[in-house]
């Protein structure tokens, strides 16, 4: 979004809600930061007496004294009260999050599923057993379609995360944020959007490629030590691996808004992230695993409740697809959070500092 859109919008607004955004200045984008300092410098006197600073102080200062105040009541409180926000956040604008959520959703629900048929054509003609591995084509496909599938979500997912980010610092901007404009807006970043995605998806199969290397490693010792390895320590060590992996991957997920909302190249964008996930490890983890395992657990929901359910008569064919239109809505709803909560973490930890550059004030004073 454009400095002149901004600078529009808070021309309109009245010095008591320009106070407001100044005292939160953690909520909003660098473009919307600079378009209230240079109004908040064209008012400087009413400002100025709200803030206690003398009228000759000059806006940059009287600016730098409302960011300081809002860091402060802005401190980190713990998990709980960040997740609080979060869910705070998404309650706000449920509808709008939800249309943003939606179409990606049944988009990576049609690609897992015609993959997923696919792969069942494919192997209903292969062997069983150790023949299976003289079918190296049949393999290599089941491989590319399983992955095609998995590119597909992923960059379905990354347009929700671009849009919801837009969102979002529109509406701490003060504007009245649309599902479409949001995602249209995206085509001003698209080429290092794309690329940002792109790289963050192989950053995830690599992590997780060294997480089944090391579980594989951990087996193996343990068949060495001679230590009966069950089925469930089997599931339960994988699992936890893999949720390390994306741990860990996730340190670079504040790329995208970097990218989306402050212009950052790519590899400054990830160096970033770096930075600003740095002592983040609970709140990460906690986003991860409400959208990983919430949005699983509303996935199967539907499915789960229907094995429970003993019927005399047949079902009609079309019964599956009630299941499966549920278990979207359900991912629906739950999914938006992990991508709200990332967008937040970056606004909140991105606060610039409390004296911005007299040169950018003056192009708007």
């Known amino acids: 979004m454009q400095i002149e859109e901004f600078v529009r ?8 809600e320009l106070i407001q955004l100044a005292a939160a200045p953690e909520h909003l984008t660098s473009e919307a930061r600079i378009a209230l300092q ?52 998404y309650h ?3 509808w709008l999050y939800y249309r943003i959520t939606a179409p990606a959703v049944i988009v990576s629900t049609i690609a897992i599923i015609t993959a997923r048929n696919q792969v069942r054509e494919i192997s209903r003609h ?61 085509r001003e970043r698209l080429s290092p959007f794309l690329r940002l995605s792109l790289l963050l998806l192989v950053l995830v199969v690599v992590t997780e490629g060294v997480s089944i290397a090391l579980g594989t490693g ?62 983040k490890w609970p709140v990460l983890a906690a986003l991860l695993a409400k959208s990983v395992i919430g949005g699983y657990v509303a996935g199967m929901c539907p499915f789960w409740l229907a094995s429970f359910v003993r019927v005399s008569v047949p079902l009609p064919s079309w019964f599956p697809w009630i299941l499966t239109i549920a278990s ?26 409390s004296a911005p550059s007299k040169a950018l004030a003056s192009q708007l004073a």
Not at 64 to 79: D, F, P, Y
Not at 227 to 235: A, M
Request: with cysteine.
């Open 9 to 16: 919008v808070y021309q309109a607004k009245s010095d008591e």
């Open 38 to 89: 240079g109004e908040l410098s064209r008012r400087r006197s009413s400002v100025a007496k709200d803030s206690g600073e003398p009228q000759n102080n000059g806006g940059e200062q009287v600016y730098g004294k409302a960011v300081t105040r809002g860091l402060r009541e802005a401190e980190w409180h713990g998990v709980g009260d960040f997740l609080a926000e979060v869910l705070r956040t």
């Open 92 to 94: 706000g604008h449920f």
């Open 126 to 186: 292969l062997p069983r057993g150790i023949e299976l591995l003289a079918h190296h084509t049949e393999i290599l496909e089941i491989g590319l379609i399983n992955y095609s599938a998995w590119f597909v979500s992923w960059i379905a997912f990354s347009f929700v995360f671009g849009t919801i980010c837009i969102a979002l610092e529109e509406g701490a901007a003060g504007f009245a944020p649309s599902a479409w404009s949001s995602f249209i807006n995206i």
């Open 218 to 279: 951990l087996f193996w010792i343990l068949h060495r030590l001679q230590v009966h390895s069950s089925g469930f320590l089997i599931w339960a060590v994988s699992y936890v691996l893999v949720g390390l992996a994306l741990l860990v991957a996730s340190r670079f997920f504040l790329a995208v808004p970097a990218v989306i909302l402050d212009d950052y190249s790519v590899g400054r964008a990830m160096l970033r992230s770096d930075e600003l996930t740095e002592g």
């Open 328 to 353: 979207i809505i359900g991912v629906t709803v739950v999914e938006p959070t992990m991508f709200i909560g990332f967008a937040l973490l970056y606004l909140k930890t991105s606060a610039p500092d």
